[in-house]
């Protein structure tokens, strides 16, 4: 065989091959142009944004509807002007209507609005169990805007940051009991090894949140010594860990950069000022959870409950649903101070105390003691 027979007859095969791989790279994903910077080059900080999801975000987070003008603040208080208001009492009459017109707005706009929460017949009458729920997350948002500024900042949250018009929230959570697991000799498990949306398809947790998001609980990945007495840092505590910052990711529509340095995941010193940010938040989903919703539980209907009788609750994704900030971080509580701190209404001034008339017994006792001085 000749050399220039064997060139064609090799040639041929790899151009078929070069072919077939580019094909093969036409339906990957082209690299996307939206990159942001956030450390020292070299360092892996960046974060990457494919423009076709990005706008997926975009259309998934339309702005809040319009504020209503401002209500005046002076005038009785709701508490003088209606019965059994327990949370908002501190507004005054014209202030609480604006809250509920804008709760209607925000949670049921194209139902019942008004008779969503209310007897419509009887407004002070608690009998509607949307009106108990509703009281206590009016409760949960305040105090989100009072103790929660490390995370949410001057920002703050409405019912809007959860429901956008929804009367259930998109992104809330049950707890997964996981597949069946036949039993005798068969493996179980062990909390991963199932594929889902939550922890990135992937083999880790597949239900990071029951066990993170409620109780406190360390995040950690392993102990700090070799083998040390009473170490619960696990591998399996670790598939759960490394479950929840894949769900984070996935919530904030970021990667691992968004948090932490690639040089050591670990070290505090170096990571961006988010890092501290999410801390805080992992800590106020647990106390929401913990102190808000759970309580719930005889409150809601079966229908409301999950697979395992548990009550719906917050995640990071309730309120961001895939992108950084909420709303893309428009000002909420700008908007609505009402949803702040109670304000403390001074009280009345006490009437003047009139003089007493004294009589006539009085004054000659009076001057009786004063010659007797």
């Known amino acids: ?183 005798g000799l068969h493996a179980t498990l062990a909390g991963k090894n199932v594929p889902l949306p939550v922890n990135g398809m992937s083999s880790l947790a597949y239900d990071p949140l029951t066990e993170l998001l409620i109780k406190p609980a360390d995040v950690k990945l392993t102990g700090e010594q070799a083998l040390p007495a009473g170490n619960r840092h696990s591998l399996k505590q670790t598939y759960t860990t490394y479950g929840l910052m894949m769900y984070m990711s996935g919530a904030l529509g970021v990667n691992c950069t968004y948090c932490h340095n690639t040089h050591s995941f670990k070290e505090w010193a170096s990571s961006p000022p988010t890092r501290v940010k999410a801390w805080y938040g992992i800590r106020m989903v647990r106390q929401l959870n913990s102190n808000y919703l759970l309580p719930l539980h005889d409150v809601l209907p079966p229908e409301r409950l999950g697979p395992t009788g548990d009550v719906a609750k917050v995640g990071c994704a309730t309120c961001h649903k895939g992108v950084y900030k909420p709303v893309f971080g428009a000002p909420m509580l700008k908007d609505f101070p009402e949803l702040g701190p109670p304000r403390v209404v001074a009280a009345p001034p006490a009437p003047a105390a009139k003089p007493v008339a004294r009589t006539a017994d009085a004054a000659a006792g009076a001057a009786r003691d004063t010659r007797g001085r």
């Open 1 to 183: 065989m000749s050399a220039g027979t064997f060139r064609r007859g090799h040639l041929a095969p790899l151009a078929l091959g070069a072919l077939a791989g580019a094909l093969l790279l036409a339906g990957c994903e082209r690299p996307p142009p939206e990159a942001v910077q956030r450390g020292y080059r070299g360092t892996g900080m960046v974060q990457v944004y494919n423009p076709r999801d990005f706008a997926k975000s975009v259309a998934a987070n339309p702005p809040p509807p319009p504020a209503l003008p401002p209500a005046v603040a002076e005038g009785p208080r709701a508490s003088q002007a209606f019965k059994n208001v327990q949370v908002l009492s501190d507004l005054s009459v014209g202030e609480l209507a604006r809250v509920m017109l804008s709760m209607t707005q925000w949670v049921a706009p194209q139902a019942q609005q008004c008779a969503y929460c209310h007897n419509l017949n009887d407004m002070a009458s608690d009998e509607l169990y949307t009106k108990r729920v509703a009281r206590r997350m009016l409760q949960m948002v305040r105090e989100v805007n009072t103790s929660w500024t490390s995370h949410v900042a001057q920002t703050g949250v409405t019912c809007y940051t959860c429901h956008r018009g929804q009367q259930v929230p998109t992104q809330a959570w049950f707890t997964n009991p996981g597949p069946h697991q036949p039993g």
